[in-house]
């Protein structure tokens, strides 16, 4: 299938790693433009020379989200090379502890972050007009409530309805806006890479809870985002796109 997404211009924030690594790739496969970001410098410039080595066009740059003047800095510098067409807000504290100072970092980077990135990029996708994307990592966390209490899911939640609404507002001008919300996923190193090698038992009981038999990858996760910002998409818009094996229960509706 023809995504159609060759030439486009495509941002990716949290791009180094799992699943913004996978986002990245995939985009670039399809033969996408891609500028993305993350904090560690060296892993950035990593990345990069690994895509640029296969003749992909990629271009990283190391920033913290939460400094909100680097932020548009780098959204509206790309913008400027050639505009915008596709925009994914993917990085998260993920599992902050539940004190004060994790609920201020959790809502700092997941929400406060994620709202300036859509801030600050909204008009370049409007200016686009008609087959631009904004695609907002979430999490099945929301409703799948599982081991100790967390800010992660409580803060990734209020981006739910933003989605909804972005998503009415921007129709006219030929702006879709989505969410994808990753299920369980495994990769080496990662949470539930080191549960699984330590053979825990929220590990063991998440895994025997989801209908596949297995968790997901971040591929799989990237293919749904990549998907969602293609032509053959062109109808989608306001949804949450669940990517989990089936392990919530509810009627995604």
Known sequence: MDLGLKGKRVMVTGGTKSIGRAIVDTF????????FCARDAALVKERETEW??????ATGTALDVTDNASLKA???????????????????????????????????????????????????????????????????????????????????????????????????????????????????GNTWGRQRDAASERYKRSLARNPTGRMGTPQEVASAVVFLAGAPASFIT????????AITARVQY
């Open 52 to 57: 640029r080595a296969q003749q992909s066009r």
């Open 74 to 188: 780098w959204i509206d510098g790309f913008a400027a090379e050639g505009g915008i067409d596709h925009f994914v807000a993917n990085v998260s504290a993920l599992g902050t502890d539940n004190t004060a100072e994790g609920w201020r970092k959790a809502i700092e980077v997941d929400l406060v972050a994620t709202v300036n990135a859509v801030l600050n990029v909204r008009p370049h996708l409007e200016a686009r007009g008609q087959g631009a994307t904004l695609t907002i990592i979430g999490t099945t966390s929301l409703v799948e409530v599982a081991g100790p209490t967390q800010p992660y899911r409580s803060v990734k939640a209020a981006l739910v309805p933003m989605v909804k609404s972005m998503a009415i507002e921007l129709a006219p001008k030929g702006v879709r806006v989505n969410m994808v919300s990753p299920g369980t996923i495994l990769e080496d």
């Open 238 to 245: 306001g949804i949450n796109m669940v990517v989990d094996g």
């Open 28 to 35: 670039l496969a399809e033969g996408a433009v891609v500028g």
